[in-house]
Antibody, heavy 125, light 107 residues
Framework: QVQLQQSGPGLVKPSQTLSLTCAISGDSVSSNSAAWNWIRQSPSRGLEWLGRTYYRSKWYNDYAVSVKSRITINPDTSKNQFSLQLNSVTPEDTAVYYC???????????????WGQGTLVTVSS | DIQLTQSPSFLSASVGDRVTITCRASQGISSYLAWYQQKPGKAPKLLIYAVSILQSGVPSRFSGSGSGTEFTLTISSLQPEDFATYYCQQLNNYPPTFGQGTKLEIK
């Protein structure tokens, strides 16, 4: 059974960096077929995909255009986890942030089958 | 980006009712459509992927259909635990996008 456990602060000051971590159990961040995503949800923007990291003989990242200049998603193979960093945050980045997996095989790869518990991040001074 | 529009946005129904939620895409998305259920304070839960394939453990009263740009989620006989918000999601083209949600409430 795959489990994703999120950690990180719930309050970030404007202009600072939002940092969250997603620890994986039951699968590997270095899987050659799964992918590891960050998604956020807010009343104003709904569910918004932010980006992903995945390993296919080497590491790849994809990012949403809306945050591409501010986002970094990194794998940490020693701890079997991946992280989200979002720089220069504003109150518009206030949201519940989720990590989620694209499953490793078949047509289901086009969905998100396991999710973290969610972290409410508020951007405020 | 592909836009997904769900209808209705709110739906009031009773236990035992049959309900249908529609998801329309701004362009064709082949068979890469999924449905999720979300309850307050919880992460979305995958119900259906590839239009009509039930995720393991999902009750058979849930079903999905459609093709091209129009898709539906049907719950054949509502149970008390089905009252939640439902989202569609496409991944035919990057980035993945979600519908705005349909909140299913008890009448």
């Amino acid at each position: 059974q795959v489990q994703l456990q999120q950690s990180g602060p719930g309050l970030v000051k404007p202009s600072q960096t939002l940092s969250l971590t997603c620890a994986i159990s039951g699968d590997s961040v270095s899987s050659n077929s799964a992918a590891w995503n960050w998604i956020r949800q807010s009343p104003s923007r709904g569910l918004e995909w932010l980006g992903r990291t995945y390993y296919r003989s080497k590491w790849y990242n994809d990012y949403a255009v809306s945050v591409k200049s501010r986002i970094t998603i990194n794998p940490d193979t020693s701890k079997n986890q991946f992280s989200l960093q979002l720089n220069s945050v504003t109150p518009e980045d206030t949201a519940v942030y989720y990590c989620a997996r694209n499953p490793p095989s078949g047509i289901a790869v086009k969905s998100f089958d396991y999710w973290g518990q969610g972290t409410l991040v508020t951007v405020s001074s | 980006d592909i836009q997904l529009t769900q209808s209705p946005s709110f739906l009031s129904a009773s236990v035992g009712d049959r309900v249908t939620i529609t998801c329309r895409a701004s362009q064709g998305i082949s068979s890469y459509l999924a449905w999720y259920q979300q309850k307050p304070g919880k992460a979305p839960k995958l119900l259906i992927y590839a239009v009509s394939i039930l995720q393991s453990g999902v009750p058979s009263r849930f079903s999905g259909s459609g093709s091209g740009t129009e898709f539906t989620l049907t719950i054949s006989s509502l149970q008390p635990e089905d009252f939640a918000t439902y989202y569609c999601q496409q991944l035919n083209n990057y980035p993945p996008t979600f519908g705005q949600g349909t909140k299913l409430e008890i009448k």
